[in-house]
């Protein structure tokens, strides 16, 4: 098992930059997919992007292509989120989640490990 706390959401001006980290603990993290997903209030949670055990294959959402990047120290067992030009519509609770898995997934029910979340919330 892995244990996942996430890191650095906050209040932004849209336009405004963020970078959130998840740190991971427990088992082996560079066994493990990691993934970022979020959920806004009535909404159902949405995959942002995920980043394959060895860092080299990273997938994103249309609406996180081109300016949000996922990346992961394995040495640091932490996957981050760096996220640009904030617009309002990014508002949500944002979730770090692993998964053991041969093939990176964007799928939530594929994710057994959640992190329990943080706040990021894009002022207009």
């Known amino acids: 098992q892995v244990h996942l706390v996430e890191s650095g959401g906050g209040l932004v001006q849209a336009g405004g930059s963020l970078r959130l980290s998840c740190a991971a603990s427990?088992?082996?993290?560079?066994?493990?997919?990691m993934g970022w997903f979020r959920q806004a209030p009535g909404k159902e949670r949405e995959f942002v992007a995920a980043?394959?055990?060895?860092?080299?294959?990273?997938y994103y959402a249309d609406s996180a292509k081109g300016r949000f990047t996922i990346s992961r120290d394995n040495a640091k067992n932490t996957v981050y989120l760096q996220m640009n030009s904030l617009v309002p519509e990014d508002t949500a609770v944002y979730y770090c989640?692993?998964?053991?898995?041969?093939?990176?997934?964007?799928?939530?029910?594929?994710?057994?490990?959640w992190g329990q979340g943080t706040q990021v919330t894009v002022s207009s």
């Open positions: 989640a692993g998964q053991n898995r041969v093939v990176v997934t964007a799928v939530p029910r594929d994710y057994a490990y």
């Open positions: 427990g088992d082996t993290f560079s066994m493990y997919n």
């Open positions: 980043i394959k055990r060895s860092g080299g294959s990273t």
